[in-house]
């Protein structure tokens, strides 16, 4: 146990705690020296990250000059062409590009088209029957004459959707329909009062008069006209008004296209919607100029003053939720000393999708940087980076072109760094394991040999005990006999003989002990020689028990003996084989201290001649059983008085049936008792 414990200690402070120290050190150092690689890499993607983000803002800053120069927006103002996000506004922030604004302006005319005295007297006079006194009858004959009275078409226009709503209240239908089918004909691009085109407004009244007369399709065809219209900007409106009547519209087809029932109008409708109306398209950028860029513009100027005129400036809006990035500037004098302001929106999906991939992959070439830009809200970056963005990317915000995302920017060297210091990692870690295993391994070994070794000393110290003590027995007794036989003269015959008799066996059994010792002792030293001979090994047997019957019998024993006599002679050590049946005769004897009897056996079984020793004594646990044959090795056996021994018999044993090419083994149930049979292989030479 002490040898163990110091074994062990040795072990760990020696080998285990320094391995350890020397694994940790490796391990920290090997930790601080990629963190200061980590570092130096990650000043460079610093310093590169920087120039990189100012050379694509720079060429950027290309790009805008590019889309602001003066001569672009001097080729635009005169057209009508669709506006691309571009955008003019006057020196009083009017839009005056795109063109749609100046529909506006013509409301105006309205009050001008009312000053015309017989007309207007007529006309309110109209009003009054159809609003107050609700004689539709007479509203209609005063509308009729105020429209032959009415000079400006404004006025006739007035003057007719007076007479049309009137029909319609008198039920008078088919003039109704006429009537606003003229209408929307003749007048259809002037307003009404509230500013909704007479062509919108009568479509509406006549599909109405349509269904209730039951001609919901040509209903449907005249709504659909008007929808085209609307559609394609045909009527002057402002975009609120447009949505209106889009979404009216709709909620008057869609519902009368669902039963399938005008498949050839469904399918105008849909061919319809399905070209995006680049009016309303229009209509939203105007929108979107009215609401969110002229007023900062507006304030930009007011904060910058107008001081530095041909400066492009920019900045960052909001529309619907969506970033919007304008730049603008200041466009040199016309001839006639008008400014103007020439200015756009930059079409971001596009940025993004066709010319920063080129840059980038410009600028990464320069600067062997890995770029991107991420959009923070949808979380995609573009162009898309292999495994995501890397956590040790560097993340730059735009400084001066405000773009609403973020430059990533990092380097190949620190992906590779990783993946060796992952991999270098992994390696030593395996490696340090295996040792720690390998370690344990070793130390186990060592407490097993050393247990092993320390019981083997202790089996061999009371070895020497137990064989002093047998070899005293018989030497007492033969000294004892020896010395009555001297003593005394007058001896009866009988007791004389008995006397020799004694002295004899245990001088047998003495010398048996002896040559157990010097036999063990040549074995371990590897000069044990055996003298192979033919002849019957049952004879041997018989002989060698006859010789000890007289032992057996004096303790007790009875003797049953099997032995068949038709065996076949075989090559053995006549005198190692008695000494093997002696061994475990005397076994037998020592361990058997109630039931006193041995059967020996000698049989054919297979190729071999095999002979047992059986007893009925204390029998050998499952556990021992295996451990029996080592040398020394005993049971510290508590019943049988005479359970000293030498720890060598068995030893023996085995040693000489395995000489002999042949086996033994051991059948035992304890308290029942044991059977040890031998098996000698049947040659008629031994090679071995
Ligand atoms: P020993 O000199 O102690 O007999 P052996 O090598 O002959 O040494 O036997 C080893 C041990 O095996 C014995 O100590 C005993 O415990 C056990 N043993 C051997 N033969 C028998 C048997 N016939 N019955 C019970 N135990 C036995």
Not at 29 to 39: G, M
Not at 169 to 181: E, G, I, M, P, V
Not at 490 to 498: I, P, Q, T, V
């Amino acid at each position: 146990m002490i040898h163990k414990r110091k074994t062990i200690v040795i072990f760990l402070l020696a080998i285990f705690l320094p391995t350890l120290i020397v694994g940790y050190l490796s391990f920290s150092t090997f930790a601080k020296r990629l963190e200061s690689v980590s570092r130096l890499l990650e000043s460079s993607l610093w310093t590169s990250g920087q120039a990189a983000l100012q050379s694509l803002e720079d060429r950027l800053f290309e790009y805008e000059k590019q889309a602001l120069r003066p001569e672009k927006f001097s080729t635009l103002e005169n057209s009508t062409e669709l506006a691309r996000g571009d955008f003019i506004l006057d020196e009083d922030y009017k839009i005056v590009f795109p063109k749609y604004l100046s529909f506006e302006l013509s409301i105006d005319s309205i009050d001008l088209a009312l000053s015309e005295p017989r007309f207007e007297t007529l006309f309110s006079r109209a009003g009054r029957y159809e609003f107050s006194l609700k004689d539709y009858v007479k509203a209609t004959e005063d509308y009729q004459k105020s429209f032959e009275a009415a000079t400006s078409r404004q006025n006739q226009a007035f003057s007719l959707e007076g007479l049309a709503r009137s029909f319609l209240l008198s039920k008078n239908f088919d003039r109704a329909r006429d009537t606003y089918d003229k209408l929307a004909r003749d007048y259809g691009q002037l307003r009404n009062k509230v500013g909704h085109p007479y062509g919108l407004v009568a479509s509406i009244q006549l599909y109405d008069i349509h269904k209730d007369q039951n001609k919901e399709e040509e209903g449907l065809e005249t709504l659909l006209d008007a929808y085209k219209k609307l559609w394609n900007g045909d009527w002057p409106m402002n975009s609120p008004s447009v949505r209106f009547f889009i979404s009216e519209i709709d909620s008057l087809l869609v519902p009368a296209f669902e039963n399938q029932k005008f498949p050839e109008l469904r399918e105008k409708y849909k061919n319809l919607i399905a070209l995006p109306s680049s009016f309303l398209l229009e209509l939203q950028i105007i929108d979107f100029l009215n609401n969110d860029v002229v007023p900062r513009i507006r304030e930009r100027r007011g904060v910058y003053g107008s001081g530095e005129t041909s400066q492009s400036d920019r900045f960052l809006t909001s529309s619907n939720g969506n970033l919007q990035l304008i730049s603008y500037r200041i466009l040199p004098p016309t001839e006639s000393g008008e400014t103007f302001f020439g200015g756009f929106v930059w079409d971001l999906d596009l940025l993004k999708s066709e010319v920063l991939p080129e840059l980038l992959k410009d600028i990464s070439e320069d600067s062997g940087l890995l770029l991107s830009v991420l959009d923070e809200k949808t979380g995609i970056t573009s162009p898309e980076q292999e495994g995501g963005i890397s956590k040790d990317s560097l993340s730059l915000s735009f400084r001066n072109i405000l773009l609403p995302w973020k430059l990533i920017a990092s380097l190949d060297a620190f992906h590779d760094l990783q993946k060796t210091a992952r991999r270098e990692k992994f390696f030593y870690g395996i490696l340090l394991g295996v040792i720690i295993v390998l370690m344990f391994i070793g130390v186990l070994l060592i407490v097993r040999d050393v247990s092993r070794e320390t019981e083997t000393t202790q089996l061999k110290t009371e070895f020497v005990h137990n064989v002093s003590h047998e070899l005293k027995t018989p030497l007492t007794l033969i000294r004892l006999y020896g010395e009555t036989l001297q003593r005394k003269e007058n001896l009866s015959d009988k007791d004389r003989r008995e006397a020799y008799e004694i002295i004899t066996k245990e001088s047998e059994r003495l010398s048996h002990m002896i040559n157990n010792i010097l036999d063990f002792s040549r074995i371990e030293m590897g000069r044990k020689e055996f003298d192979f001979k033919k002849g019957n090994l049952a004879n041997v047997i018989q002989n060698t028990l006859e010789s000890y019957r007289y032992h057996l019998e004096k303790k007790g024993f009875s003797i049953v003996e099997e032995i068949s006599s038709d065996l076949p002679d075989i090559v053995f050590d006549k005198e190692a084989i008695a000494s093997v049946l002696i061994n475990l005769l005397s076994n037998a004897m020592k361990f058997s201290p109630e039931k006193k009897e041995v059967r020996v056996t000698v049989y054919r079984k297979d190729d071999c001649i095999g002979f047992q020793v059986a007893d009925r004594g204390i029998g050998i646990s499952p556990e021992a059983r295996s451990r029996i044959f080592e040398r020394f090795y005993r049971l510290q056996n508590r019943t049988t008085s005479e359970s000293k021994g030498s720890g060598l018999g068995l030893t023996l044993v085995k040693h000489i049936v395995e000489a002999h090419g042949g086996e033994i083994c051991v059948d035992s149930e304890p308290e029942k008792g044991s059977v040890f049979s031998v098996y000698i292989p049947v040659s008629e030479t031994l090679e071995d």
